[in-house]
């Protein structure tokens, strides 16, 4: 039998299935299948052949229509396919029937999904949500998969008692070890936290890059950053999030993150195990909402990552804009004449050739223009260390050493300000000769 954590190594060509009905359109369905074969591509197989199947309603033993299955199992046969791809949700029922019928292994979207992050995922915590997904999909499809579970469960996780099938010692396994990853999610979110409330403490802000999967977000936080990251052009190439510091236009720095991208259908458990993950997002000062713009379906990509934000809580943070790739439209094409448009604010860019990265810097300084001040201080000559921080945390517009101290003209993040005013010179503060010695601000993790 298939296994969804132990893909056969026969598995080699699919068959994909879209099954549609109204309200959806033909050409909606057609672009979804086509997605479909780009994620089956990035596990590796190979798309023999595809079929779109318009029904009136979702039927309940094989979704579709039993005279329709028996030509698609006809078609998986003549084409040599060894494993039948759906891009819509499959019951765990529907997989057992369609099994039964066709003696090949069906498997779903979702299935795919999860197979190409288990694959991807590189730290702890990412495997850890992985698993925690894969766990939660395959406990109700375990009469599928027991035979390879059994051989899961060692010696140490508890015999079979008497009159306990083998299946409800598997689903008594898979509700333990589901148990045990979330415990061990909470110890990484309580990390997660830890670390969170240190970020807080310092004044530096935070962006984050987001936006549908292979739109460019990695190769951006390398251009900006020169960050040593994973750039390919597969989907979900990115899973764990990467942080770099940047220094804006004036010398404001900023902490921008590259999160995992979306896709359309995502598994909803996939929203709520990558919860940690996604949380750099909710988290950030503002967001970078990348889109590749030689995508012809780009207006339900970004209807994908909205609603995807919007299931996050994070509709309502502060979001610039921006289109990538422009390199690859034709200068006659009228592609970026519409969405200018159609979004009159936002940037066009291309990470390959350097194209509007420099606006987009600007863009960003704009953003935080409301969070820093521009204030004057006089630092006494052994608080070196304010004077560090305010090179980490701000810009330096001038130092002018002198008898009373260092007098020091700079833009600072407004967290900065209370830790500071015993400096200021500017607006009746006290003199740095009159001010009391304080402790520089935390600047951990910056």
């Known amino acids: 039998m298939f296994d969804v954590r132990e893909k056969p190594k026969s598995v080699t060509r699919a068959l994909l ?6 309200p959806q359109t033909v050409e909606e369905a057609r672009s979804l299948l086509d997605e479909l074969a780009e994620l089956v591509d990035t596990l590796g197989l190979t798309v023999a052949s595809d079929v779109l199947a318009k029904i009136e309603r979702p039927q309940a033993a094989y979704l579709i229509g039993s005279g329709k299955a028996e030509e698609i199992v006809t078609q998986a046969k003549a084409t040599e396919c060894d494993v039948i791809i759906f891009d819509n949700e499959l019951t765990p029922g529907q997989q057992r029937k369609w099994e039964e019928l066709s003696g090949l292994a069906v498997i779903d979207r979702e299935e795919v999904i999860l197979d190409i992050f288990n694959g991807r995922a590189r730290t702890n915590e990412a495997r850890l949500q992985v698993e925690l997904a894969r766990m939660e999909y395959s406990l109700p499809r375990l009469a599928r998969l027991w035979g390879h579970l059994s051989r899961q469960q060692g010696g140490g ?5 008497e009159g306990e099938s083998q299946l409800e010692i598997d689903r008594r396994l898979v509700r333990r070890r589901i148990d045990n990853v979330k415990a061990e999610l909470v110890e990484v979110r309580n990390r997660r936290a830890t670390q969170r409330k240190q970020r807080e403490r310092t004044p530096v802000p935070h962006a984050a890059i987001v936006g549908y999967t292979n739109a460019g977000k990695s190769s951006l936080l390398k251009k900006l950053t020169g960050a040593d990251v994973l750039v390919e052009d597969k989907l979900f190439a990115t899973l764990d999030p990467t942080t770099r510091r940047i220094d804006l236009p004036g010398g404001q720095p900023l902490l921008l993150t590259d999160t995992v991208g979306f896709v359309r259908k995502l598994p909803h458990r996939l929203i709520e195990a990558f919860k940690a993950t996604l949380e750099e997002a909710l988290l950030s000062d503002f967001l970078v909402h990348l889109l590749d713009a030689s995508q012809p379906e780009i207006f339900a990509f970004h209807r994908t990552t909205m609603d995807v934000l919007a299931e996050l809580g994070a509709q309502e943070k502060r979001i610039l804009t921006v289109f990538n790739k422009i390199d690859l439209l034709a200068p006659d094409d009228g592609t970026l004449t519409g969405l200018r448009r159609h979004f009159p604010d936002a ?8 194209a509007g990265l420099e606006e987009l ?14 204030v004057e201080l006089l630092l006494p000559p052994d608080r070196g260390d304010v004077l560090g921080s305010l090179h980490r945390t701000g810009q330096v517009l001038s130092t002018e050493y002198t008898d009373a101290g260092v007098h020091v003209r700079a833009t600072v993040p407004l967290k900065l300000l209370g830790s500071l005013a015993p400096y200021r010179v500017d607006g009746g503060a006290p003199t740095a000769a009159e001010a009391p010695v304080v402790a520089s601000p935390s600047l951990s993790g910056v």
Do not use: N, P, Y
Request: proline share 0%; net charge positive.
């Open 347 to 354: 940037l066009f860019i291309s990470t390959r050739t350097g």
């Open 157 to 161: 996780l508890g015999g079979k008692g």
């Open 17 to 22: 299935v879209g099954a549609w009905w109204k």
């Open 361 to 374: 810097l600007g863009r960003m300084a704009d953003q935080l223009a409301s969070r820093i001040e521009s």
